[in-house]
């Protein structure tokens, strides 16, 4: 039996709450999407006040710069040099001396050079950041990348929001991408994010049924980065068995899979089995006549070792995990729409077959996939609910 004080503790909570409940359920929709954009311009800021300096910044650099250059040792001096005017002291010691490789490639130039194959292949991503450097410098262009692509992210998410009507859920959203490890993508020179907002593009334009925009998007993606290609056929594979967007979606494929093999004969790119074993198991100090056996041994290896690093320091398995959960327990899937369906099917079964193909154990690299079948969920709940009331 309560006495008077938790009567009385319980009577002021639940006066308060009602209160509260008054005033916020006329304007749950404008307070969601105010928070959800509190979210994005924090991230903005934090992104601009404190980024993070990611070895793959003098990659990427260097990749810029390099059609200005006269030689390997010419593009590593300007790499850098720019690279250590835009961090601070610590920083330059920390891309430079941390570890043997780092040691390695900051004082031999034609190693350095043999780790670019693995960049060029960012088209889109390199591009820009030449665009940009016109205004900025090079290392600044990269960072404004990651910056307006924050925007650009928030942006399409609060159309898609109120575009079905959820605007309300905006904290769920924020709530949501801080699990995906939003942020930290965020502050790193990186195409990770940039690439996100083509692809949420390409599912909003899709779900709109504006297909070729969707095909134009998912292209883009790739061209930020092709490792999307996976998503690329795995969309076009459900889009041809369900119908919505079928020859749009065959149309990007082949268009993906020729630039592709274009860009792998061009770019000098070392393979997939010498970046999966420079990847997993040891950063070799030069690419220079490296050339690994394929191991299926080596294979599993790499597997376990990604799995266990992806459990152990990062959220995207229990994240995935709690969204198939949500899914099974709260979701009718014969209610779902067509195309949210094809959307939902190829997001999660691209995460799998990108793992199979390339194990990467950070979040970062799944992001996209995640935010769109987080949204794709959100958004059927909500109307399955609505329809029930």
Known sequence: MSNFAQRSLEGVFLTAFGIASRIYRPLRSWLGAAVLCLFILMTAAVVQVFPVSNWDML?????????????SADLHAKTYALVKANVSEGEYVTLTEDRPYRVHQAKDADAFETMLGFYRLKVLYVETARLFSGVTGTVEAFRLISLLSVLAVGAVLLVWLGR?????????????????SFGYAAQLVSPDLYATFFLLLAAFFFLEKWDIPAALALICAFLVRPDHLAFVGVFFV???????????????????????IWLTRGA????WWIHMWFTHIEYVPTLKDFDPPFSIV????????????????????????????????????????????????????????????????????????LVILGMILLVGWHRQQTVTQ
């Open 164 to 180: 079905t009507g959820t605007l309300a859920h905006g904290p769920v959203v924020a709530a949501f991408l801080m699990l995906c």
């Open 238 to 260: 459900f889009a041809a068995i369900y119908g919505p967007g079928r020859w749009a979606m065959i149309a990007c494929f082949a268009a993906c899979l020729g630039i592709y």
């Open 298 to 369: 080596t294979y599993v290896e790499m597997l376990v070792r990604s799995t266990v690093r992806a459990v152990m320091g990062f959220t995207w398995i229990a994240v995935l995990f709690g969204l198939v959960l949500f899914f099974a327990k709260c979701i009718s899937p014969d209610r779902l729409d067509l195309r949210s369906k094809v959307l939902l099917y190829a997001a999660f079964t691209s995460i799998c077959a990108k793992y199979i193909v390339f194990p990467h154990y950070e979040t970062r690299f799944h992001l996209p996939y």
């Open 59 to 71: 990659a990427y650099t260097a990749t810029a710069i390099e059609p200005d250059t006269a030689d």
């Open 268 to 271: 000098d790119h070392p393979g």
